[in-house]
Each structure stands twice: as C-alpha cells, then as structure tokens.
C-alpha cells in the first residue's frame, strides 16, 4: 500500500514532468511562430492572395507591322472584353437583362453565363472586342461583378490593301493567315491579368486592392514591301478591273537585284478586320504566289536567255517566218497570220514570234531548254515566307516530244505562278543571278526597337552570265521601244519588258476568247532597280491581247513608282519607233539659259511661253536636255542682266 508521502511525490514528479514537456511544446510553437513569421510569412500570404483572387485575363498585345521605311501598316486599337464574377452579382436578372442589350444577344445566354458556377466568367464570344460604346455603357452602369478588361484588336491601317500578304487574327489574336500567322510567335505578346479580391462567398473585399499585371507586346516587324507602292499597285489593279471587269487580275513588284518584294496584290481583295464576311476562296488564294497558269510569251525570256547562253544564235542573225512552223506533220502557227517574214533574232523577241521560239527551242534540243527552265526555278517553289505557294507543273522531259518542246519553247504546255515568273525574269535581267523571294526584312524589339534579326539576300544560283544578261536588258528595251510592248514606253526611263497572251485550258482543252493577258515590265534596262507583272484574267470588252491591255497598265505604274524610288530619268534611251498616227514623237529641249529672247532658236515641233519681266532666260521647264513632246510647251522665265 502506497504511503501518502510517497504519492504526492508521485504527483509533484508527474507534474515537473507534465510541466517540462508543456515548456518545450510552447517554445516548439514558439519557435514554429517565429519561423513562420520571419521565414515563411511572405509564401503564406502569398497563398492567402490566391485563395482570395479572381483573375480576369488580359490578351498580350501584338507587335505593330512596318513597312520597309518604317511606316506603321498595322498596329493595335482599344477593343475592351466583359469578364464577370457571378457571385459578386446582386440582381441577376437585371444584369442579365442590361447586357443582353448592350451586347444585343438573347436574354437567356446572357442569364447562362452570369448564373454559371465558376469563379470567373468571361462572356464570349459576344463579349469579346466590344466596342467603346459600348463599354463606356456597362462603366456607366457600375454593376457589381461586372468588370471590363483593357483588350485590343488589330488595326489595319490601309483597309484592304495588303490583305492576302498580311493575313489576319482570330478573335484570340492568334494569327489564321499570312504573315500574321507565319510569325505569330515573334508577334504574340504574353498575357497578363487583372486581379480581384474575394471572400470565400464571392462577396468583395473592400479592404484589399486588385493588382493589375500588365501584358507584354510582342516583337514588332519589317516588311520588304513599300506601302506607297503598294497603294499605287492597287489603285491602278482597281481601275483596270473597274474598266475591265475581270475574273481576276494580279500585280506583283519586285527588286530583282536581291528578291526583296516591294508590293503584292490580288483582286478581288477582303478586309482583315472583317474576313468573316468573304468566302474562304477569297482570303485563302494570294494569286501572286498561288496561281498556276500558262504564261504565254513572258515565258519567252527564258527560251531567249537560254538561247544567247549556249549561242544558238545572234542577235542579228535571220530567220524567216510563214506564218507557221512544222513540227514533223503538225503545223503550229503563228499569232500573226501571214507572219513576220523575213527578220533577225532581235526582231523575233520584238514581234514575240512563235515561229522564232520554236525554232531556238528546236537548235537548243530539249535536254538543255528543260534544264534552263529547271534552273530559273521553275516546278519548284520559289521559297517565299508566305503560305499557299504553288510549284507550278513543268513537262516530265520522258514525256516531251517534238511537239511539247515546240510549244514549251513559247510559253505553253509548261504552267507556272506568277511569282516564280518574275523571279526568273529578274535573274535574266539583273547579271543572271537567281534569288529567293522574301517579305520579311527585320525584327525589332519593341519600346527599346533593338534589332533581333535582320533578314539578307539568298542566292539560289547563277543561271547565265553577266554578258548574256546584258544582251537580255537591250532586247527587253527593244520589245519595249520597237516592239510589242511599245505601250509601256516611257519617255525618259529606260522600260523594257514582255507581253503575255495566255489561253487558258480546262479539263484538255483551251477556252475560246478567254485569255490571260500579262506584261512583265522592269527599269531602267541598264541597271534594273524594278521590275513589275501585271496579269488580268479574261477581261471584258476589248482585244485580248497582253500589249494592248497589260502593257498600259504597266507603264501607268512605272511611271509614279519609279520617282518613288528616286530612279533618275535618262536621255540615253532606244528611240520608240514611231507610229504615225499612234505614237507621240518627243524631242531634246535645248539649254536656253543666259540666252537673249530674240536670239531662241524657232520651233515647229513645241512653243515658248514667257514669264517675268527682261530680255535673258534665267530659267526654263523642262530643264535643258530634257524631252518635250511634240506639241507641248517649254516654259521660259526671263530677267534683266
């Protein structure tokens, strides 16, 4: 039996003990607390945060898009997003009833989307990109839950120009097409969000603020293209439809000496912003690149140069044309009844004789003509940096006779797109060199605009000699000057270039009085800065024929883009052989400065007219050595001595 001495002794022991152990659990939570406070007090709130938060997202915005010198051609505009918090919503239904208003949807989808059971709703895609009437309505209602968000929307300065080159973006801002797509990595900026606080009920906390984390842009990018080429190109591409009202029509401006692509454009375009409305075959099909088709006589170029290269002939040696050429016991004519008679290899380029290519096809043999046409890049694609390239088809050499090689020769049988039609042309006229197409020219961070990549000229190969590229810049003047392409001459630049008249063939047969009309034009001829096609699929009410439809439109554009790029005129030129009656004939304006009005040399082929008081020409326009047609007028200011 236990003594009660003993047992209190017990308990004063049990107790020390019960007192030791209490001790250390206090100084354990003493020092739990000290190490949460002082060491973890930053993560616990930081959870806190998250458990309290609602984060509504904001879409990064994407990097503006510039033309070659720095011109924006697309960029961003304010284009704010409705995201809700539906537990924060007091009077559901009223809610439900404004924003069915404000975003003109049904009562019921409005009714769906703030009664979900989520933390945060954002209503789309109805409230996605609203405009700022609209968001300036839902501000003014203040209604609790209902938050807008800073989005954007892309901007596309220039409408519908550019449309197929620059593609567009999807409701997301992630890129569908074009451009936009091809670099939707370097264009995307990241996302950000805006933050609200909430009790477990979803009821706001007053006492905490939100935190805004604001997106970044994504990288801005360079064009090769020039955007006042570009609206020239389109502009005269809509009055020769307006005039035409063709099935399409196409223009493309390139810079042969490196394949920096100054401006593209297909009709019928779209709007960007709008690409909802318009058929997929309309936004999909950037013709430049994505049209297949027999060229006609711009093909010729090719045939010629492979000719000079491998000397088959000379220039000024002859070759008779009937009217015909017999291919075995096939007898394939000429565009020209009755033919050109009797003429030399540079007249043949000029009349665009098919008799004459068949022949320099015939010497070549075809062996060689195939490897020419496979070394100007054709049945290949080109390499753009744009979706939708087609190869085009040229003839399996297995499969080409006397015949294909005879019509190949002059631009039929083979097809091909009009981009690696003026790639191959510009190889043939800038030292025989071929490049590879290219839009993108650069990158640049946004804000500090450091440069990220910086694209450069891609030689493919050289496919003639610099010697026989200079026989081709004077006969494409020719052509130009005395020649088919007479229509394109212009007075001062050194034009030279191609007619095209393409029948089109569906399902083995080729279509009556349906032709794709082209030229292909490129200045100035001794130093090839541009060279620009034009195509226009089946016009109506007029002579399908390249050189009186095409050729005009061309020289409507050389004439304004050239001064663009600063190219000088020149007196140096080939003479336009005159046409009495078609032609207009021009004539050197002599230096008249420092001489006295009575000492003027008579004229029959323009006039004077005077300004300004006094006896001696201070000053004259045109300047001295420039060209007047006949008719016009040299303005002459006089002064005293």
């Known amino acids: 039996m236990i003594k009660m001495n003993d047992f209190i002794f017990i308990m004063q022991k049990r107790l020390k003990l019960l007192i030791v152990l209490f001790s250390f659990l206090v100084i354990i939570l003493i020092v739990r607390l000290a190490f949460v406070q002082f060491f973890q007090s930053d ?5 806190a945060y998250a458990l309290w938060s609602r984060n509504i997202p904001v879409e990064g915005q994407r990097g503006i898009i510039y033309d070659r010198n720095g011109k924006p051609i697309v960029n961003n505009k304010l284009a704010p997003s409705i995201g809700v918090i539906p537990r924060q919503i007091e009077n559901k239904e009223e809610v439900a009833r404004f924003i069915s208003e404000v975003l003109e949807v049904s009562y019921e989808e409005a009714y769906r989307h703030i009664t979900k059971k989520v933390s945060v709703e954002m209503i789309k895609p109805e409230g996605r990109k609203i405009s700022l009437e609209q968001a300036k309505k839902i501000i003014d209602k203040n209604y609790k839950g209902v938050y807008i968000v800073g989005d954007t929307t892309r901007n596309y300065l220039y409408d519908d120009y550019l ?18 797509y091809i670099y939707d990595d370097y ?19 007053n006492q905490l603020y939100g935190v805004y984390e604001a997106p970044t842009k994504g990288m801005d990018i360079y064009l090769t293209i020039d955007i006042d080429l570009q609206i020239l190109l389109e502009r005269v591409l809509e009055n020769t439809a307006a005039k035409y009202h063709p099935d399409q029509i196409l223009g493309l401006m390139m810079n042969p000496k490196n394949g920096e692509i100054l401006a593209m454009a297909s009709y019928p375009s779209f709007y960007p912003e709008n690409y909802q409305d318009y058929d997929q075959e309309i936004y999909n099909r950037n013709l430049p690149i994505w049209m297949s088709f027999e060229p006609g006589s711009t093909f010729k170029v090719i045939t010629y140069s492979a000719g000079l290269e491998e000397g088959v002939f000379k220039l000024d040696d002859t070759f008779y044309d009937p009217g015909y050429k017999m291919i075995g016991s096939t007898r394939i004519k000429d565009w020209k009844a009755g033919g050109h008679g009797l003429q030399s290899f540079l007249e043949v380029i000029q009349n665009s004789c098919n008799p004459g290519f068949m022949e320099i096809g015939e010497r070549l043999g075809k062996e060689r003509l195939f490897d020419y046409i496979h070394a100007y890049g054709f049945g290949k694609k080109t ?43 510009s190889a043939a006229i800038n030292g025989g060199v071929l490049y590879q197409p290219y839009v993108l020219k650069e990158m640049r961070m946004p804000i ?10 891609k030689m493919i190969r050289r496919v003639i000699s610099e010697e026989t590229s200079k026989i081709m810049q004077y006969a494409l003047e020719s052509v130009v000057a005395k020649g088919t392409g007479r229509n394109a001459y212009i007075d001062g630049y050194r034009v030279g270039g191609k007619t095209g008249t393409a029948q089109k063939a569906v399902d083995g047969r080729y279509l009556d009085n349906n032709y794709i009309v082209s030229f292909i034009g490129a200045a100035p001829m001794n130093d090839p800065e541009l060279v620009v096609y034009v195509a226009i699929d089946n016009p109506k009410n007029v002579v399908q024929y390249g050189g009186v439809v095409a050729a005009p439109v061309v020289k409507e554009i050389l004439q304004e883009a050239l001064p663009i790029l600063g190219v000088a005129k020149q007196i140096d030129q080939i ?9 207009v004939k021009y004539y050197i304006v002599p230096d008249l400065i420092g001489k006295k009005r009575n000492e003027l040399p008579i004229q029959y ?10 006896n001696i020409v201070k000053f004259q326009s045109p300047a001295p050595y420039e060209r007047v047609p006949e008719g016009g007028t040299i303005m002459v200011y006089l002064g005293r001595e």
């Open 383 to 425: 390499g753009v940096d744009l979706l939708g390239e087609s190869t085009g088809i040229v003839f399996n050499l297995d499969n080409v006779g006397p015949v294909e090689l005879a019509t190949a020769s002059f631009g039929q049988g083979n097809s091909v797109t009009p981009i690696q039609l003026v790639n191959a042309t």
């Open 163 to 180: 449309a197929h080159v620059l593609g567009f973006v999807g409701i997301d801002n992630q890129g569908i097409t074009g451009i936009e």
């Open 187 to 205: 264009l995307m900026g990241d996302s950000g969000n805006s933050s609200y606080y909430t009790d477990a009920k979803g009821g706001a906390l």
């Open 605 to 614: 082929h323009y006039r004077y007219q005077y300004y300004g008081e006094g």
């Open 575 to 583: 003479e336009k052989e005159y046409r009495w009656g078609l032609d």
């Open 43 to 47: 993560k616990i709130i930081e959870r």
């Open 448 to 457: 500090t605009n450091e440069l990220i990549y910086q694209n450069k000229p």
